[in-house]
C-alpha cells in the first residue's frame, strides 16, 4: 500500500504539481491525494488508473513496490521510475536518441567477454 503512495509522491513531484493540482486535475479531494502518499488508504483501481492516465505514466510505475529493497536498490528504484517518466515524455525522434544513448552507455557498462 506504502510503495502506491511513494511512487505517487514521487511521480507527482517530477510533474511539479502540488497535491492541490493533481486533485483538482482527476476530481478527488486533496485529503484523498494526502491519505495516498502517506499510505493511509489503498485506491481502488480506477483512481490508479485515472492517475496513471492524467501522470501519463504505465501502471507499473505506481503499482511497483520497492519496499524490500535495501536503500541503494530503492535510489535505483527511484531513478528508473524518473528514467520512465522522462522517456515517455519524449516525441518518437527524440526517444529513438535517448534510447541509442543509453544502449551506448550499456555497451561501455558490460563486462568484457573472455580473453583469450
Known sequence: MRAIGRNLAE??????????????????????IAKLERGAHFPRFRTILVLSRDLNVPLRDLMDDQGSLADINNDRARLEVQGRALLHDLNDELLEIAVEQLSALARLHRPSGPKD
Open 11 to 32: 511521480i507527482r513531484h517530477h510533474r511539479g504539481l502540488t497535491q492541490e493540482q493533481l486533485a483538482d486535475r482527476i476530481g478527488l479531494p486533496v485529503d484523498a
